[in-house]
């Protein structure tokens, strides 16, 4: 893997998408469309989405479908424990997943799945940027009136 940091800057700006979600930042990427990941070992049966550049860890399984949101359902309510692996601790592997039957609707049905869920996932995004902005700026404005009040 290459070196990563904790917060993003200017050269390290691609997430490190981890078995449990974002894990740091790195100077590359090596996912450029958007995919889904899962925990190896752990982890498993926690699906992130991503839609960014980002580099992914040798811990996470990479899925990637043209039925980006119904997999991603999927894969949220999907009974792990019927190709997991190993003994003391279990894992899945990239072939175990690969092989794992998926009931699938037609594609017309799936088309309007996607375009509805695409579309609620896109105002779920939008809504959490929201939220991110407004506490950036309720932390600055709070470090203001703490910085006045001690005048």
Not at 41 to 67: H, R
Not at 81 to 100: F, H, P, R, W, Y
Request: some cysteine.
């Amino acid at each position: 893997m290459t070196d990563k940091r904790d917060l993003a800057d200017s050269v390290y700006k691609y997430p490190v998408a981890g078995a449990a979600g974002i894990i740091g930042y790195a100077k590359e990427e090596n996912q450029h469309s958007r995919f889904l990941t899962t925990g190896r070992v752990g982890t498993i049966g926690i699906v992130n989405k991503y839609d960014e550049p980002c580099w992914t860890a040798d811990n996470v399984l990479v899925v990637k479908s043209d039925f980006y949101e119904y997999v991603y359902q999927y894969l949220k309510g999907f009974k792990y424990e019927e190709i997991m692996k190993g003994g003391v601790q279990s894992l899945i592997t990239q072939s175990s997943l690969n092989e794992a039957e998926i009931l699938i609707p037609d594609v017309p049905a799936l088309e309007l799945y996607e375009r509805k869920a695409q579309s609620i996932s896109h105002l779920v995004k939008l809504k959490k940027q929201e939220i991110s902005n407004l506490t950036n700026f309720l932390s600055l404005l709070l470090a203001r009136m703490g910085k006045d009040s001690s005048l």
